[in-house]
Structure formats: C-alpha cells, structure tokens
C-alpha cells in the first residue's frame, strides 16, 4: 500500500470520526425512560464505508459512537455499540460493492445494512431490561427509524460527494477478467 494512501487513510478515519461523534453526541434525541437515543450516526457510518471503503468506515464508526456512548453516560451499551456499527458498516460496504453496476439496488440494499444494528441493539435491551420483550421491541423500532433515515443520508451524501475529486477515495474495480 503506498504511503501517501495510509496517511490520507488515516486523515479520512480522524475527520470522519470527530464528525460521527458530533453528530452522535450533540444531535440527539433521547428516548423515553432514557435508554437510548436517537442520532445521525448511522448515515454518516454508512457514508463513510461505501465513500472511503471499508478501513475507514469500520474504524471512523468504532472510534466514534463509543466515545458518544461513554461521555453520554451509556457506558454498558458500548461493546454491543462497538459490534452494532462495526457490522454495519462491514455490511454496507460488502451489499454496496456486490450491487455496484445496479444503479437502483445498489442504493435501496443498503437498508439491509441496519438489520445487524437493530438485532443487536434488541439483545441489548433484552439484557438490560430483563427480557422484557415488549420494551424490547419499542426500542428497536426507533432504532429501525434511525437506520432508515441514516441510509437515507447516507444516499443523500453519497450522490453530493460523488463527483468530487477526492484523492483516495475508494476505487471500485469492477474489472474481473485477468490480463
């Protein structure tokens, strides 16, 4: 890997992080009984990881909702948070990349990407409310909306940025026939 590409790699995971956090940690909207919240962490992960691939959207999303769910006070939900975020934006990357040449499902599949978020958040809050199915299930429909509306600004941010010339932006290749 060239040098330039490591240090441009890093440079993207440290913006990018400071970015998910701010918009994890100040724009929020707490959920009743205070057992969560909703933010915009997830369409800026999703971004990240289908923009700048995989290494960037993995690390920029681990380092930045934990640090979220620790100055907020959640400090139990971090290594389900850090699984949560990891997994999705491994998965969005992998749907986005598998789809790439369908210009329609390439976009549409990556609501399949907030499916890992939600079941572990749901085994989250069944630990921490003492399988309470009910609580269970109303927390994971926000979380359900919040991953909609993330991958919509995920889109959104991906048809913005997508004509930029940004240097060493994820490259995909698409190109399988050996020469």
Do not use: W
Request: net charge positive.
């Amino acid at each position: 890997m060239n040098k330039n590409k490591i240090i441009y790699q890093l440079s993207y995971v440290a913006l990018l992080s400071a970015l998910i956090f701010l918009a994890t940690y100040f724009i929020k909207i707490p959920y009743f009984n205070n057992s969560g919240y909703f933010n915009l962490s997830d369409g800026l992960i999703i971004f990240s990881s289908i923009y700048f691939g995989p290494f960037v959207g993995i690390f920029s999303a681990i380092i930045s909702t934990s640090l979220a769910d620790l100055l907020s006070g959640f400090i139990l939900s971090i290594p389900f948070t850090i699984f949560a975020k990891g997994i999705e934006s491994i998965i969005a990357f992998i749907i986005f990349k598998i789809f790439y040449k369908n210009k329609i499902l390439r976009y549409f599949s990556l609501y399949l990407s907030i499916i890992p978020m939600v079941l572990t958040y749901f085994l989250f809050y069944l630990i921490i409310y003492d399988f309470n199915f009910y609580s269970s299930y109303l927390y994971s429909l926000f979380d359900i909306i919040q991953g909609m509306v993330g991958v919509s600004l995920a889109i959104l941010l991906y048809f913005s940025f997508n004509n930029l010339n940004i240097k060493y932006r994820y490259q995909y290749n698409l190109n399988l026939k050996r020469r």
